[in-house]
């Protein structure tokens, strides 16, 4: 990332809630055709998250602390805030002298957005204000929250008015919090009375029908942009008992990833994309 710094626009997308197993399933199954389009080999990586909820979480990616490799390690970081005796901080690594890397790019002359999802960045509070009030400029309203069924769709019509304001000679890091597969997500299964995990692939699959939206617009100010696409942390029902998140079970703490560069034109034009994909 140290070389991309400066020339290359940064997605940081998380999928809040999101299951590997869920994932990988669907992709597997042509259930995603946009996301594996994205994805390098069509497939998500196995990757363990640092934290089981959303806070933690991403207050440790911020820090440098992304979903690590499911092998053994270490593996260096692909961004780090500086501290000493750092084990994974590798010569790729781009590290900063700062406790975040929303502060960091901003520093390296970035515009920084935040569009924000689940409760974690409602600004209602002081502590849903924290994560939002790292960026310049950030984002949130119920319709982007957990209980709209047309989040994304909101997220996006909002970005669709942020990204062309940004000066083009500015770089920009956009963050975006998908709220649309965490609980509750039965409204994505027509009949479902209760949130399982064929209505977590059903928002799943929801969320890949507008991607390419997501693409478009991060690629529209023409500039190469590298995207950081990942969950924050899975999500249990019923497994040995358990249900939702915030505990230690492997459904909560093995999450997709996937990490790759986007060019100017690859994913289209903003308006070429439809509820069932690109015209």
Excluded at 14 to 20: F, G, V
Excluded at 108 to 121: I, K, R
């Amino acid at each position: 990332m140290k070389d991309l710094v400066g020339t290359h626009d940064l997605l940081m997308v998380t999928l809040d809630t999101l299951r590997y197993d869920v994932a990988a399933e669907l992709a597997a199954a042509g259930g995603t055709p946009n996301l594996a389009r994205a994805l390098p080999g069509g497939n998500w990586e196995e990757r363990h998250s640092p934290a089981s909820f959303t806070y933690a979480a991403h207050q440790a990616f911020f820090a440098g602390f992304l979903p690590t490799p499911v092998a053994p390690g270490p593996h260096p970081r692909l961004f780090a805030a500086a501290f000493p005796g750092s084990a994974s901080t590798g010569e790729r690594t781009w590290v900063f002298d700062a406790p975040d890397v929303v502060t960091a790019l901003a520093a390296a002359g970035y515009h920084t957005v935040c569009a924000g999802g689940v409760g974690f960045f409602n600004p209602g509070s002081p502590l849903g204000a924290v994560l939002p009030g790292l960026f310049a400029e950030a984002h949130w309203e119920p319709e982007f929250g957990v209980t709209a069924p047309n989040c994304f769709e909101a997220q996006l019509d909002r970005i669709a008015t942020v990204v062309p304001a940004v000066p083009p000679e500015r770089p920009l890091f956009l963050f975006v919090n998908v709220a649309a597969i965490h609980q509750p997500n039965r409204h994505y299964l027509p009949g479902a009375e209760r949130d399982s995990r064929d209505s977590h692939a059903a928002a799943l699959r929801y969320v890949d029908r507008h991607i390419g939206r997501l693409f478009a617009l991060a690629t529209s100010r023409d500039r190469p942009c590298l995207v950081v696409l990942c969950a924050d942390h899975g999500t249990a029902y019923g497994e040995e008992g358990h249900t939702g998140h915030r505990l230690g079970h492997e459904v909560v703490w093995t999450v997709p990833y996937g990490q790759f560069v986007i060019e100017p034109g690859d994913w289209g034009k903003p308006g070429d994309w439809t509820d069932e994909g690109a015209r």
